[in-house]
C-alpha cells in the first residue's frame, strides 16, 4: 500500500519562506516521478512542481516558477518543496503526488496522493 505522508505547512507572512517535505512508503521510490499540486477552497486542484526519477529535470507551473525548487532525497524515499517569496495567493492545501509517466500536469495523470498539509500566507 503506497502511503505518502505532508509536512512542514503552516502560517506564514507574506515574503516569507516555508518547506514542504513528503515521505513516501510501500513503493520503489527511485522509479516514481513526484509531482506537487495545491488545492483552495473552492478552487480545482492545481499542479506545482514535479520531479523526474533521479531528480536531475524538474518542470513547473508558471505562477511558481522561479520562486519554487523541488528536490528529492532517495536514499530517505522523500521529496521536498521550497518555497520562497510566498505570495497570499500561494495559499492552499498542498498534496505531493507519485506517477510512473513523465510530464503529467493533471492530477489524473498522479495514481497516488498524499492527504496534504496546509500553508496559509498572510498579507
Known amino acids: 500500500q503506497v502511503l505518502l505522508v505532508e509536512s512542514g505547512g503552516g502560517l506564514v507572512q507574506a515574503g516569507g519562506s516555508l518547506r514542504l517535505s513528503c515521505a513516501a512508503s510501500?513503493?520503489?521510490?527511485?522509479?516514481?516521478?513526484m509531482g506537487w499540486f495545491r488545492q483552495a477552497p473552492g478552487k480545482d486542484r492545481e499542479f506545482v512542481a514535479a520531479?523526474?526519477?533521479?531528480?536531475?529535470?524538474?518542470y513547473y507551473a508558471d505562477s511558481v516558477k522561479g520562486r519554487f525548487t523541488v528536490s528529492r532525497d532517495n536514499a530517505k524515499s522523500t521529496v521536498y518543496l521550497q518555497m520562497n517569496i510566498l505570495k497570499p495567493d500561494d495559499t492552499a492545501v498542498y498534496l505531493c503526488?507519485?506517477?510512473?509517466?513523465?510530464?503529467?500536469?493533471?492530477?489524473?495523470?498522479?495514481?497516488?496522493w498524499g492527504q496534504g498539509t496546509q500553508v496559509t500566507v498572510s498579507s
Open positions: 520531479l523526474s526519477w533521479s531528480g536531475s529535470a524538474q
Open positions: 510501500g513503493l520503489n521510490f527511485s522509479r516514481y516521478v
Open positions: 503526488a507519485a506517477t510512473s509517466t513523465w510530464g503529467g500536469r493533471a492530477a489524473r495523470d498522479f495514481g497516488s
